[in-house]
């Protein structure tokens, strides 16, 4: 089966540092280029990071960069966030989503996971 | 890095015809043809229901269809079913600066 499947989110103090894995299967995922994506309790979505399959272009959202981090391990089939230096607004549930293809050109993301919920508290 | 505009909730009948509207700039939306829509229902992951402005993957009902003119992207979705009652995300993506956008979500209300 097609899937991601996010894992390591919980509880964590202001300040605080917190890493999710996203394990995808059923696809080659070294093929194609992953994303996270954060949605705040009752609010929107947010675009958090971006990675290609190999790595080689990352970007991130102004509201992260420099406190989070993004890798991926293609032999594991798995899809990383290191989160450093929380804050209360970066609680949410963190979606893993995949993008495109590494031979296509565009931006969508057409496989989610469930998700993870991070919730900062001081 | 501004979020993409759309309304903050549209309502209609079963059987109607609804379009929700996302305004982005000359720097994301106008700029490229990398345009899509997802649906979320509560508690649950969203979905691709458009992408490249008006292209459906496969298995979406092709009452869902999607445009584009200027800055500004549209969804519209046709012949209205219960089911269709969602927050509808759309979303493009800045190559000039390799940003990744959202509008802030509108709210479908089958009446």
């Known amino acids: 089966e097609v899937q991601l499947v996010e894992s390591g989110g919980g509880l964590v103090r202001r300040g605080g540092s917190l890493r999710l894995s996203c394990a995808a299967s059923g696809f080659t995922f070294s093929t194609y280029n992953m994303n996270w994506v954060r949605q705040a309790p009752g609010k929107g979505l947010e675009w958090v990071s971006y990675?290609?399959?190999?790595?080689?272009?990352?970007s991130y959202a102004d509201s992260v960069r420099g406190r989070f981090t993004i890798s991926r391990d293609n032999a594991r089939n798995t899809l990383n966030l290191q989160m450093n230096s929380l804050r209360d607004e970066d609680t949410a549930v963190y979606y893993c989503?995949?993008?495109?293809?590494?031979?296509?050109?565009?931006?969508?993301?057409?496989?989610w996971g469930r998700g993870t919920l991070v919730t900062v508290s001081s | 890095q501004s979020a993409l505009t759309q309304p903050a909730s549209v309502s209609g009948s079963p059987g109607q015809s609804i379009t929700i509207s996302c305004a982005g700039t000359s720097s994301d939306i106008g700029d490229n043809n990398y345009v899509s829509w997802y649906q979320q229902h509560p508690g649950k992951a969203p979905k691709l229901m458009i992408y490249?402005?008006?292209n459906r993957p496969s298995g979406v009902s092709n009452r869902f269809s999607g445009s584009k003119s200027g800055n500004t992207a549209s969804l519209t979705i046709s012949g209205l079913q219960a089911e269709d009652e969602a927050d509808y995300y759309c979303s493009s993506h800045a190559i000039s600066s390799t940003l990744g956008l959202f509008g802030g979500g509108t709210k479908l209300t089958v009446l």
């Open positions: 490249d402005v008006s």
């Open positions: 989503a995949r993008g495109l293809h590494s031979a296509s050109v565009g931006w969508y993301f057409d496989l």
């Open positions: 990675i290609s399959s190999r790595s080689t272009t990352i």
